[in-house]
C-alpha cells in the first residue's frame, strides 16, 4: 500500500532554516508528482509547490520562490523540502502529497498524503 | 489567482441529519475540484474529485454537485465518523488552492 513517511516535528528560532524528508513506498516514487502543503494552526492548507521526481523540476508558488528548495533521492524514494529564513508565521504542518502522474501532468487532487511534520518557529 | 470561500465555517449537526457545505470560487472553474475531510492531527483524505467523482472506498452517503463557480458537498445522513472538518480544492495543471474549511460539529 502506498505510504508517505515524515520525518519528525522540528523547533527553529527565527532566521533558521528547515528541511523536512517524505520517503515514499508502495508505489515507483518517479512515477507521481510529489506535492508540499502547509497547514498554518487553525487555518487551511496552503499548496507550496510540487517536484517531478523523475527529472527534478519543481515549481513553486510565488510566495516562497526564493526561499523553499525543493528536491529529491531517487535511491530511497525520499522528497525534501528546505525552508529557510524562517520567521514565526512559518510555524505550521508541512506535509507531502503525492499528484498525477508524470506522464500524464493533467493536474488531479492529492491522493495519498503523508501525516504531517510540525515545524515551530520561535525564539 | 483563483480564490476558493466554504460557507459555513462552522457547521452544528445531529447524527442521521443531511448536511450540505458549499464553496464557491472567484472565477469559474469548470469542474476541477475535490473535497477532502481532515480530522485532528491527521491527513486530508480525498473524498470526491472532479466535483462530483467518488474517490474509490469513500462511502456513498458523501456527495458532491456543481460546476462553474458554485459547489455542494453533501452528506446525506451524518455519521459519528463524520464530523470533522470539510476542505475544498481547486485543481489544474499548475495551481492547487484550498478553502479554508468547514467544521461540522456535533449539536
Known amino acids: 500500500q502506498v505510504q508517505l513517511v515524515q520525518s519528525g516535528a522540528e523547533v527553529k528560532k527565527p532566521g533558521a532554516s528547515m528541511k523536512v524528508s517524505c520517503k515514499a513506498s508502495?508505489?515507483?516514487?518517479?512515477?507521481?508528482?510529489m506535492h508540499w502543503v502547509r497547514q498554518a494552526p487553525g487555518q487551511g492548507p496552503e499548496w507550496v509547490g510540487w517536484?517531478?521526481?523523475?527529472?527534478?523540476?519543481?515549481h513553486y508558488i510565488e510566495k516562497f520562490q526564493g526561499r523553499v528548495t525543493m528536491s529529491r533521492d531517487t535511491s530511497t524514494s525520499t522528497a525534501y523540502m528546505e525552508l529557510r529564513r524562517l520567521t514565526p508565521n512559518d510555524t505550521a504542518v508541512y506535509s507531502c502529497?503525492?499528484?498525477?502522474?508524470?506522464?500524464?501532468?493533467?493536474?488531479?487532487?492529492?491522493?495519498?498524503w503523508g501525516p504531517g511534520t510540525l515545524v515551530t518557529v520561535s525564539s | 489567482d483563483i480564490q476558493m470561500t466554504q460557507f459555513p465555517s462552522t457547521l452544528s449537526a445531529s447524527v442521521g441529519d443531511r448536511v450540505t457545505i458549499t464553496c464557491r470560487a472567484s472565477?469559474?472553474?469548470?469542474?476541477?475540484l475535490a473535497w477532502y475531510q481532515q480530522k485532528p492531527g491527521k491527513a486530508p483524505k480525498l473524498l470526491i474529485y472532479?466535483?462530483?467523482s467518488l474517490e474509490s472506498g469513500v462511502p456513498s452517503r458523501f456527495s458532491g454537485s456543481g460546476s462553474g463557480a458554485e459547489f455542494t458537498l453533501t452528506i446525506s445522513s451524518l455519521q459519528p465518523d463524520d464530523f470533522a472538518t470539510y476542505y475544498c480544492?481547486?485543481?489544474?495543471?499548475?495551481?492547487?488552492?484550498f478553502g479554508q474549511g468547514t467544521k461540522v460539529e456535533i449539536k
Open positions: 480544492q481547486h485543481y489544474n495543471s499548475y495551481s492547487w488552492t
Open positions: 472532479r466535483a462530483s
Open positions: 472565477q469559474s472553474i469548470s469542474m476541477w
Open positions: 508502495g508505489y515507483t516514487f518517479t512515477d507521481y508528482y
Open positions: 502529497a503525492r499528484g498525477d502522474s508524470v506522464r500524464t501532468a493533467v493536474g488531479t487532487p492529492f491522493d495519498y
Open positions: 517536484i517531478n521526481p523523475i527529472s527534478g523540476a519543481t
